[in-house]
């Protein structure tokens, strides 16, 4: 949509508009002021309704915080679940054995699968095809829709086996399990998850072959970092700016902060206010080689030069990021035993705790405070989408004026499929997109 | 004839409905091919002034799921009601309020206050709340505002079907996009998902006795569960027996009791009230003393008899009108 004011000068001033930036996980709108081919203003404009659950979770039993937080986002309810069980872990002083950790990270598996098919598919490939909608798309390409609709079912299947329901799994607690599975119904999963691991590596193919946007800013990255393994729900926080801190420091490195025109907080660097990226580019970028070996191989084998900063090529990591998951989950299935107790004993006292894991979408941030009869006193969750907000904005501010030239239309829609890798789930902080670009 | 317009749009949501219709799976494929999607911004690249410029009554059904919890969202959903022969309130949040309808539990002064002020997680100390406008050189940004309350769906707009659930199962979807293709769709008001009891779905309910009677509650984290007995006969929490059917009990499957995400049966009023009734007459007391004592086990009692429908209860009325 275009409009023409006439601006304090008398000049003419263009407005372009998305009134919705649509596929992705919520509402947003993008404005943009541009003078003489200069980008002079970037604002995000969120405004998803935001549901305040940090204020409603005040009262609610510890035990109960999983089940509500998981409402927060259906795309990554584990990703909430999980860091809230962290955190409040954290406060009691729990520590569940190493076979729930497994179970744990298969869980965290299952949840990255259904979330990058998605993802990759229905969200994103439409736009390097040209297409307007999956839907669309699968007319063209009936293989990879389908490839995606059943690498997701398989997601959802493993999803559903450990937390009882696929979306908003209810099996998850403080201490472990309500259930574990058996080893038998895990095995009956293999040969799909086999059929995964292949899908996903013919996926990665498929995507490196896409034609990228040569755009490479000078991004910080921040992910969750551990000694041996791929990050997913431990434990430390670094990034590659030198950041390396225990999650009980994430609030002192990192801030969120309001502003007028957004129903979200923006997040950013404490020390020196520049923003940070968070999500798969910046997981692999951090942590090439702890990926599993056949996923290593299929990143390696794009072209790719590691480690990678331009955010296009986001797609190929989820891709990549699927291998591992599928991998991993083998691996796990493979050496899994049933525990003796499907959660850890404990005594509930006072506490505060915190935790940070990887969402599909990036590095989020829980942290509790109970009283002593395990109600929660305070809450306080910094979702992945919220953190990359200001980088969005920046990211946009570098890549307009690379494509002023074009006709409207066609900026709204580049400057969309740029947010678009960031796969904002803008539901998790709130909902996300409008485009509104003023220029002369 | 031509395939049925149909448009699917959020308001306060999470996107687990959104999932639920992707997780028809090889479904969504047949639903695709047998309707003509004309609105789904998760999806699809269509905008606002697209349904803007369609004629009154051109989208034959829409699904809307979500609580209202704004300015944007009520009139979204106006403008689809107006668009649209038929409108589904989808999902928990949608049809009762859901879980973001918890915060009616305080007012939107108190929340907005902790939000943006006073919660630990806001450390920039600048005390900005997000504007309705914020002036640029160019005019003004609008953001919706914030309601006093989250509201229900058919509190904004006349409602003609519920499709119960947190969020609703593949399967009563799927059946409910039959019926309407089928032209086969049951009186104007009702909820798409059967009228019976969670437990008649239950395998744990031949284990439920006749007369259930319980001489302590417990919640499913103080416990370990026999699996292969009813939860509530534990004197487990399980809201079973007020929940309607229609999911096929996955979370008992799961070794979790129901909280009651399916909503009231169709001569219920108000759910929790419900749900709090029939769980104090198991108990096997009349003494109000030994009642509060056994209550104690529920510390969060709106939380836990309430979690998905504040909105849409008495008690909400009740407060609106203090
Ligand atoms: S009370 Fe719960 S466990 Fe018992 S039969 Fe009903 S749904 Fe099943
Ligand atoms: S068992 Fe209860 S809480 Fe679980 S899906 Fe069914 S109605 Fe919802």
């Known amino acids: 949509m275009t409009q023409r004011n006439p601006d304090a000068a008398g000049l003419p001033q263009r407005t372009v508009k998305v009134d919705y930036l649509s596929r992705v996980e919520g509402e947003g709108g993008l404005y943009a002021r541009v003078e003489n081919g200069e980008v002079r203003e970037v604002k995000l404009d969120i405004f998803e309704p935001p549901r305040f659950f940090e204020a409603f979770l005040r009262g609610r039993h510890f035990q109960e915080v999983p089940d509500i937080t998981a409402r927060i986002c259906g795309i990554c309810p584990v990703a909430y679940q999980m860091s809230s069980v962290h955190a409040l872990e954290a406060a009691l002083g729990v520590s569940p054995g190493p076979e729930i950790r497994q179970l744990r990270r298969l869980l965290y598996c299952a949840e990255w699968i259904e979330s990058h098919a998605l993802h990759i598919y229905l969200l994103q490939a439409p736009d390097f095809l040209g297409y307007d909608s999956a839907i669309a798309m699968a007319a063209d390409h009936p293989h990879e829709v389908e490839r995606a609709l059943r690498l997701k079912k398989i997601g959802n299947d493993l999803l559903a086996l450990l937390g009882g329901r696929a979306t908003h799994p209810v099996s998850v607690c403080v201490g472990g399990f309500y259930k574990v599975p058996r080893r038998k119904e895990l095995e009956a999963l293999r040969g799909d998850l086999e059929w995964g691991l292949e899908a996903s590596l013919e996926t990665v193919r498929f995507v490196s072959g896409l034609a990228f946007p040569d755009f490479a800013p000078n991004y910080e990255f921040v992910s969750v970092s551990h000694p041996d393994e791929y990050p997913m729900n431990e434990r430390k926080i670094v990034s590659s700016a030198g950041v390396d801190i225990e999650p009980t420091e994430f609030e002192k490195v990192f801030l969120e902060e309001h502003v007028e025109h957004s129903t979200a907080l923006h997040s950013k660097r404490a020390d020196t206010g520049t923003s940070y990226f968070v999500g798969p580019l910046a997981r692999i970028n951090l942590n090439f080689e702890k990926l599993f070996p056949r996923a290593k191989e299929a990143a390696r084998a794009t072209g790719i030069c590691w480690p990678c900063k331009n955010p296009f090529q986001g797609i190929v990591v989820r891709a990549v990021e699927m291998v591992h998951a599928y991998e991993e989950a083998l691996a796990i299935i493979a050496s899994y035993r049933e525990p003796a107790r499907s959660r850890a004993e404990f005594k509930v006292h006072a506490g505060e705790g915190c935790a940070a894991t990887e969402a599909p979408r990036g590095v989020l941030y829980h942290r509790y405070r109970i009283n002593d009869q395990g109600l929660v006193e305070f809450a306080k969750i910094v979702p992945p989408t919220a953190q990359n907000y200001r980088r969005m904005e920046d990211d946009l501010r570098l890549f307009l004026p690379g494509i002023l030239e074009r006709a409207e239309p066609e900026i709204a829609r580049a400057c969309e499929n740029l947010i678009r890798n960031y796969d904002p789930c803008i539901s998790c902080s709130t909902h996300f997109l409008k485009l509104k670009l003023d220029s002369d | ?322």
């Open chain 2, 1 to 322: 004839m031509a395939k049925p317009k149909v448009a699917f749009y959020w308001c306060a949501s999470c996107g687990g409905c959104e999932e639920a219709v992707v997780d028809l799976a090889e479904g969504v494929l047949k639903v695709v091919e047998a309707v003509d999607i004309v609105f789904w911004p998760v999806a699809l690249d269509f905008k606002r002034s697209d349904v803007q410029a369609m004629p009154d009554g051109a989208i034959d059904v829409a699904f809307i799921n979500g609580a209202i919890r704004m300015s944007e969202q009520e009139a979204m959903a106006k403008l689809l009601r107006k668009k649209s022969k038929l409108v589904i309130a989808y999902g928990a949040c949608a049809y009762q309020g859901g879980i973001p309808g918890l915060a009616n539990l305080t007012d939107k002064e108190t929340i907005l206050e902790y939000v943006y002020h006073q919660s630990p997680s806001t450390t920039d100390g600048t005390g900005v709340r997000p504007q309705t406008h914020t002036t640029v050189p160019e005019g003004e940004l609008e953001l919706p505002e914030f309601y006093e309350t989250v509201k229900t769906l058919d509190q904004v707009i006349d409602v003609d079907y519920y499709l119960p659930g947190c969020p609703p199962t593949g399967k009563i979807t799927f059946q409910a996009i039959e019926a309407i293709l089928a032209g086969k769709l049951p009186e104007k008001g009702a909820v798409l998902a059967g009228d019976r009891a969670l437990c008649y779905e239950c395998d744990l309910n031949s284990t439920k006795p006749e007369k259930l009677l319980v001489s302590d509650l417990k919640r499913v984290h103080q416990v370990i569960v026999d699996r292969e007995k009813c939860l509530l006969a534990q004197g487990i929490l399980c809201l079973g027996p007020v929940t309607r059917g229609g999911c096929e009990a996955p979370c008992v499957k799961g070794g979790m009791p129901c909280t009651g995400c399916f909503g009231p049966l169709d001569l219920v009023r108000d759910y929790g009230g419900k749900a709090l009734s029939a769980m104090a007459s198991i108990v096997d007391t009349t003494d109000e003393k030994v009642l509060a004592k056994i209550f104690e086990a529920v510390p969060d009692p709106a939380g836990t008899f309430y979690r998905y429908s504040v909105p849409a209860s008495l008690l909400a009325r009740k407060r609106k009108a203090a």
